[in-house]
């Protein structure tokens, strides 16, 4: 079957590949009847059917036909049974994307036909607001157009990085995971709020927008983490007793060994560890 250059096949639907869906949808790059999203779950098609107007389906052989990008939005753990019923459908002229953690794109291609470009994402999950980040790599087949067209779809979850797929684990331990480094951290800043006397609402919403100017500054006026702390502290003064303690603690190297394990526990699931 000819390819379709508008149509693009999210296989897997979940959290991640619903923000995709809304994200090409909401931006206007696509139309409802040029994207098909697979469910195992016939109520979940159903749901993707009424909410977002695509061509929704619990076939994953159906949704690739024809497509030139296809998805793979699963988890690690359905990638086999996926790429069972769809392997020798997808052709070379086919972009695969893949965002299923963990796995290299030499394990996909063994799965597919000859010289079909896989592209591995990493995007994390301030992607289902669209205020994501992922790391994009090229498999063995993946040219630049490939990598430009996978880039351009994974743009409406957020920012886009390009490395090389040895450098992914590390993507993964430290923006994969980080969301939850961010969460612990606003967790205990509203804790220490409470403990001050403040009202919990209230903490919470010091701690999270200040959390999120921060970031916006550090984004948008391009500051160095260095400079915008330094900024902040002045001699003698509140932040540099707090600095203090956070450095008394080993705060700093507890962060770096956190993200190494992180690291090496990523490296255990790419290799089929549990």
């Known amino acids: 079957?000819?390819?379709?250059?508008?149509?693009?096949?999210?296989?897997?639907?979940?959290?991640?590949?619903e923000a995709l869906l809304s994200g090409l949808l909401s931006s206007g790059w696509r139309k409802p009847e040029?994207?098909?999203a697979t469910s195992r779950r016939p109520e979940r098609v159903?749901?993707?059917?009424?909410?977002?107007?695509?061509?929704?389906?619990?076939?994953?052989?159906?949704?690739?036909?024809?497509?030139?990008?296809?998805?793979?939005?699963?988890?690690p753990q359905d990638l086999d049974e996926l790429l069972g019923e769809i392997g020798g459908l997808i052709a070379a002229d086919q972009t695969v994307l893949t965002i299923a953690a963990a796995i290299p794109t030499a394990t996909i291609e063994r799965q597919l036909?000859?010289?079909?470009?896989?592209?591995r994402a990493m995007p994390n999950t301030p992607s289902t607001v669209h205020e994501g980040i992922a790391g994009l790599a090229p498999g063995a087949h993946a040219e630049e157009e490939h990598?430009?067209?996978?880039e351009e779809v994974l743009s409406h979850l957020g920012a886009v990085v390009r490395v090389p797929e040895s450098m992914m684990d590390a993507v993964t331990a430290v923006s994969g995971s980080g969301p939850a480094y961010f969460a612990l951290l606003?967790?205990?800043?509203?804790?220490?709020?409470?403990l001050l006397g403040l009202p919990r609402e209230t903490s919470t919403q010091l701690v999270v927008?200040?959390?999120?100017?921060?970031?916006?500054?550090l984004r948008d006026d391009k500051m160095h983490p260095v400079e915008l702390r330094e900024m902040v502290t002045s001699p003698g003064g509140t932040t540099i007793a707090a600095i203090h303690e956070l450095e008394q603690a080993g705060v700093r190297a507890a962060f770096l060994n956190a993200i190494q394990a992180a690291m090496r526990r990523a490296k255990e699931l790419a290799a089929g560890e549990q």
């Open 147 to 150: 990598l430009a067209l996978a």
């Open 113 to 119: 036909g000859t010289g079909v470009p896989v592209v």
């Open 46 to 75: 159903e749901q993707l059917r009424e909410r977002f107007g695509v061509a929704a389906t619990t076939s994953n052989p159906e949704a690739v036909s024809g497509a030139a990008v296809v998805v793979i939005s699963v988890k």
């Open 186 to 194: 606003a967790e205990a800043m509203i804790e220490a709020g409470i």
């Open 1 to 17: 079957m000819a390819v379709d250059e508008r149509k693009i096949a999210i296989l897997g639907a979940g959290r991640i590949g």
């Open 34 to 36: 040029e994207i098909a």
């Open 209 to 217: 927008q200040t959390m999120l100017g921060t970031a916006k500054q």
